[in-house]
């Protein structure tokens, strides 16, 4: 899996996408879900939250007979909010830990820091490794 099928998965997720849409108290054109970061023009208090996925270096595998057997990528995946809205920043965090499980991802590191350059926003951050298998797998 990739920072695109994570992407993918996002996007598909209704639920997260009409939750943000609520906290922002409106939907927006553009999108709410980014592979990297979003265009300078989009990243204003107005359109938070949104989110983005970002792959974390490394290449970390398991082997049998000389040849990848599983390989266990890791990705960051956070999203902006306005900082007061601490009830919804912890249902958000939790609908994407719930998507990232479900796919065979467990967070591994997870901290939530004021924007230094948006300081109304809150940075939420979870750092995600897969596990092998998924329960989204036929």
């Known amino acids: 899996m990739n920072e695109y099928d994570i992407f993918h998965n996002f996007n598909s997720d209704q639920e997260i996408k009409d939750y943000m849409d609520k906290i922002r108290g409106k939907s927006i054109k553009s999108p709410q879900i980014y592979v990297g970061t979003p265009e300078q023009s ?20 398991d082997y049998a007979d000389d040849k990848r057997f599983i390989e266990y990528p890791r990705y960051q995946i956070d999203f902006w909010i306005l900082r007061y809205k601490t009830k919804e920043l912890i249902k958000l965090e939790n609908m994407i830990y719930e998507n990232m499980s479900k796919n065979g991802y467990e967070r591994y590191y997870k901290n939530h820091t004021r924007d230094i350059d948006m300081t109304d926003l809150q940075m939420v ?14």
Do not use: C, H, M, V
């Open 125 to 138: 951050q979870g750092n995600f490794e897969y596990q092998g298998f998924s329960s989204n797998k036929d």
């Open 42 to 61: 989009f990243i204003q208090n107005q359109n938070a939250p949104w989110i983005r996925i970002t792959a974390i270096p490394g290449d970390l595998a």
